[in-house]
C-alpha cells in the first residue's frame, strides 16, 4: 500500500488531434484514439484500482489535460468525481500563452482516501 501516488495518463487526444502539448508523446500500449464514453470508463477504473492500494488517508495527484472537442470543454473532474476518491483541490494551469487562461490547460487534482 502507498501513502501517496502521481499520475499522467493518457489524455486520448486522438492519433491526429494532439496539439502542442502532446504532439510528439507516443504511447506503446495506447492509440490514444478511444471513444470518450469508453476512455472516461477505463480513467474511473484506473483511479479506483490506485484509491485501492492507497492507505487510508493517502493522497494522490492526478494531472489531466483540459481536451476540447467540438467547441465543448471536457474537464478530468468529470470522471473523477465518479471514482472513489475524494476530491480536495483541483487547479488549472494556463497553457502556451502569457495573455491569460486557456481552455485547453493542465488540470492538477488533489485527491484524498478517507480513513
Do not use: A
Amino acid at each position: 500500500m502507498f501513502d501517496i501516488g502521481v499520475t499522467s495518463p493518457p489524455y486520448n487526444k486522438r492519433d491526429g488531434n494532439k496539439g502542442w502539448l502532446v504532439d510528439k508523446v507516443s504511447y506503446s500500449n495506447s492509440k490514444d484514439n478511444t471513444s470518450e464514453g469508453k476512455y472516461q470508463e477505463e480513467q474511473i477504473l484506473v483511479l479506483n484500482e490506485i484509491y485501492r492500494i492507497t492507505k487510508p488517508g493517502g493522497s494522490f495527484f492526478y494531472n489531466h489535460k483540459i481536451r476540447r472537442k467540438k467547441g465543448v470543454s471536457i474537464y478530468p473532474l468529470e470522471w473523477l468525481l465518479k471514482s472513489d476518491w475524494s476530491v480536495k483541490h483541483s487547479g488549472c494551469g494556463v497553457s502556451g500563452s502569457t495573455s491569460g487562461f486557456q481552455p485547453e490547460g493542465l488540470s492538477s487534482t488533489l485527491c484524498t482516501r478517507s480513513r
